[in-house]
């Protein structure tokens, strides 16, 4: 696969940003990447009240580019010593969501990693408008950080639909959780199930179809993990609700690591339509990885 770098951390100074951003740095480490620190400041205009003065809002804002950027580079001295990687730092005035996924594509990111909660409206990241909007322009995975402590990875799932692409969340989550036990889960949606029981069809047909299916999976995994299996890779293929599953299996293997597709077999954005890969990210406490 395509190196994973440059690796872009958002951070708004906040204590889950800064878990973000510790995070962001042992993934550069571990692959050898170079990381780079983005701080959005938030113009004037965007927050509710009088129009301030065109003067004064310039004013402000460079002030707060320039305290962003004094803390950017301490911080950023701080990573070099701690981590040995290079560290390059950038300030943006405007919407996070845009200037977030306007530098990672100007940098041809490898990754864009940004924490759960923040000072800022971060929370959006998982249940708001910056997260669909971020995810929308977003042009490579995005991570975003729940997990309370930042140590290497011990423990991932990589969920595969078979749709186009779906196999790169194995790649990725052997990439960034490179000394982790790795399950490969396959979940078949019951909803299929339903709908056909509702349209009457013979019940014993749905039950067959279901193992059929289910052995089908089984035996494509089989087939894509040939060569890979180091010892740390498994599989698992079931039948349920696949968000439900996801954090259910996830609980069961104490995942600290979740790896996901943004797109299912229907090619649309699912986090903006409220479906797996939003469900999941919203309800589970571990990391999770969201990719093409």
């Known amino acids: 696969m395509q190196a994973i770098t440059p ?3 958002a951070t708004d100074f906040s204590a889950a940003a800064g878990r973000a951003v510790r995070r962001a740095a042992l ?19 965007l927050y509710p009240g ?15 580019q320039d305290a962003g950027k004094k803390r950017l580079d301490s911080l950023a001295a701080s990573l070099r010593k701690d981590f ?6 950038a300030t943006r005035i405007g919407r996070a969501h845009t200037e977030i996924a306007g530098y990672a594509a100007a940098k041809a990111a490898g990754l864009v990693v940004a924490g759960a909660r923040g000072e800022n409206t971060l929370l959006d990241l998982l249940i708001g408008s910056t997260a ?3 995810l929308r322009l977003a042009t490579c995975p995005v991570l975003i950080v729940k997990n309370a402590e930042v140590k290497p ?7 595969v639909d078979f749709s186009p692409g779906s196999m790169h969340a194995l790649e990725l989550a052997r990439a960034v959780a490179s000394g982790a036990r790795i399950e490969v ?11 056909m029981r509702q349209s009457g069809m013979d019940e014993a047909f749905i039950l067959d179809r279901q193992t059929r299916v289910l052995k089908d999976a089984e035996n494509r995994l089989d087939i894509e993990l040939a060569g890979l299996n180091d010892g740390k890779l498994t599989r698992h293929v079931m039948a349920a609700y696949p968000a439900a599953a996801i954090c259910d299996r996830a609980t069961t293997l104490r995942a600290d690591l979740i790896v996901l597709g943004r797109h299912g077999k229907s090619g649309m954005q699912e986090l903006l339509l409220g ?16 990719c093409y």
């Open 7 to 9: 690796v872009i951390a």
């Open 27 to 45: 993934i550069a480490q571990q692959l050898g990447a170079e990381m780079h620190l983005l701080h959005v400041v938030h113009p004037l205009d």
């Open 50 to 64: 009088p129009d301030p003065a065109a003067d004064f809002r310039l004013n402000h804002e460079q002030a707060l």
């Open 84 to 89: 040995a990687i290079p560290v390059l730092t």
């Open 132 to 134: 669909s909007r971020l």
């Open 153 to 159: 990875y011990q423990s991932a799932i990589a969920a």
């Open 185 to 195: 889960l396959h979940v078949y949606d019951t909803d299929h199930d339903e709908r």
């Open 275 to 290: 479906s797996v890969s939003k469900d999941v990210a919203s309800a589970v406490d571990c990391d999770v990885l969201l």
